[in-house]
């Protein structure tokens, strides 16, 4: 079965630190998606993109938060610096627009920022 | 604004049992998709059930069923049979054109 690969899985860094984590979306699929899960917000979209596009990054916090996807099979999402209320499972999730298909989900990066 | 709420933050049930998740929207499309997504302990994201609005006729996934009204803008998902392996956190879900927009979630917990 055509998987949504995230690595790393998990990752502890120290508050101040950069933080990449990365996606590779199930090839064929032409969007992708970005969630944050808190136990106090639930899953957030923080940003997502179509045909390697940003079509709508609004959840995302600018100042620190970067989101790209530098060719069709990888998308990036960093956080430049780290902050401690960044600590949460970041999902990428993949798709095809316009088929209403259901979004296939990484098993997500478990971030913790010390 | 346009949000999903599911009203219970948990449930339980026992083993073998039938339990019906809650679960409404607001949306002012005329057409688009529902989800469940079930998130156990390894925190995958797995799709257990999906039904399209236009679609009158509810959605059936083996145990998994919904009972879909439209113009109450309600989404329940019935479990039948309850089994250990159920115990998740469930996500109700609905498309707003490409994005997808999660309720709170449910957890669920089935008992022996």
């Known amino acids: 079965d055509a998987r949504v690969t995230q690595t790393p899985r998990h990752k502890v860094t120290e508050m101040g630190q950069e933080v990449t984590m990365r996606c590779q979306p199930i090839l064929g699929h032409n969007t992708v998606f970005w969630y944050r899960q808190t136990m106090m917000q639930g899953l957030e979209l923080l940003a997502y993109?179509?045909?390697?596009?940003?079509?709508?990054d609004s959840g995302m916090p600018k100042d620190r938060f970067s989101a790209e996807m530098p060719d069709a099979t990888l998308a990036t999402l960093k956080i430049q610096p780290s902050e401690p209320r960044d600590s949460a499972v970041y999902f990428c999730a993949s798709g095809r627009q316009g088929e209403y298909q259901p979004q296939h989900f990484g098993d997500g990066t478990r971030l913790s920022i010390l | 604004a346009q949000t999903v709420t599911q009203s219970q933050p948990e449930m339980s049930v026992q083993e073998a049992e039938t339990v019906t998740l809650s679960c409404t929207y607001d949306?002012?499309?005329?057409?688009?998709?529902l989800f469940w997504y079930k998130q156990p302990p390894s925190r995958q994201m797995i799709l257990v059930i999906r039904q399209e609005a236009y679609k009158q006729q509810n959605a059936t996934e083996n145990r998994f069923s919904v009972n879909f009204q439209k113009a109450a803008k309600s989404f329940s998902l019935k479990i039948s049979d309850s089994q250990l392996g159920d115990t998740a956190m469930y996500f109700c879900g609905r498309t707003s054109y490409d994005k997808v927009i999660f309720g709170p979630g449910t957890s669920l917990s089935v008992i022996p």
């Open positions: 993109f179509r045909n390697r596009a940003p079509l709508d």
């Open positions: 949306t002012s499309e005329n057409n688009y998709y």
